[in-house]
DNA sequence: CAGGATCCTTCGTGATACTG
DNA sequence: CAGTATCACGAAGGATCCTG
């Protein structure tokens, strides 16, 4: 079983913590700063809450990210990228270039 | 929905492309050169024929890989990478390397 | 504001059997 | 050797309603 080599091989382990739909999109936006719920909401507008708040919690329970609560009236959590997810720039960086010569060969294709 | 950014946004679209439970590992097992068939499943032993044939068939029609068939009894297939996935490789070493910090930190944390 | 609790559907994945 | 064809299941994702 694959499952044997999650914390072995770094592919599968990183194919696992990326398994979510939502989850490069959320460590893109938390990269450029700490955001609140509904700011993720809002950057994420075809995602529901009931999604957010469980890709969140799986995130943060994977130690990706870090949930910061402000004990007060109303509410406020901050989510914020945790150590092991700055050191996730260089991959999402790298993502993002080849995502964007990838658009570009899906252009010349449909052309 | 999120498909709107399909073709758009670099992430939407890396994502789609990786979603594949077994993209990353047969991407990296190609990196390393063309395979066979069979080869590939013995690389990759928990994967089935089924589910290799598909993963592969939707590589391929996604552009990362390509497939050769060699016209000849027994019947020979290579597949190896494209331009694009050739170009996948800085996405692979940074995985790689962050894969392989994160799980020193899952042993920091079981210890 | 930031969720929790349910219910439901879809899709990826896998097992198995068969073929040129 | 390199698949194709079916069937079936479980989990991720989503819709909806409710709460401190």
């Keep these: 079983m694959e499952k044997d080599l999650y914390g072995i091989c770094p592919y599968v382990t990183a194919q696992k913590l990326l398994t979510g739909k939502w989850t490069l999109l959320i460590m893109y936006q ?59 720039q260089p991959v999402l960086n790298a993502i993002q270039e080849w995502g964007t010569e990838y658009i570009d060969f899906l252009k010349g294709k449909s052309s």
Tied chains: 1, 2.
């Design 30 to 88: 938390l990269s450029l700063k700490k955001m609140r719920f509904n700011e993720l909401q809002r950057a994420l507008p075809s995602l529901t809450q009931a999604t957010l708040t469980k890709q969140l919690r799986m995130m943060s329970d994977n130690g990706l990210i870090i949930r910061t609560v402000y004990d007060q009236i109303p509410p406020k959590v901050e989510y914020s990228l945790s150590e092991l997810g700055e050191r996730f």
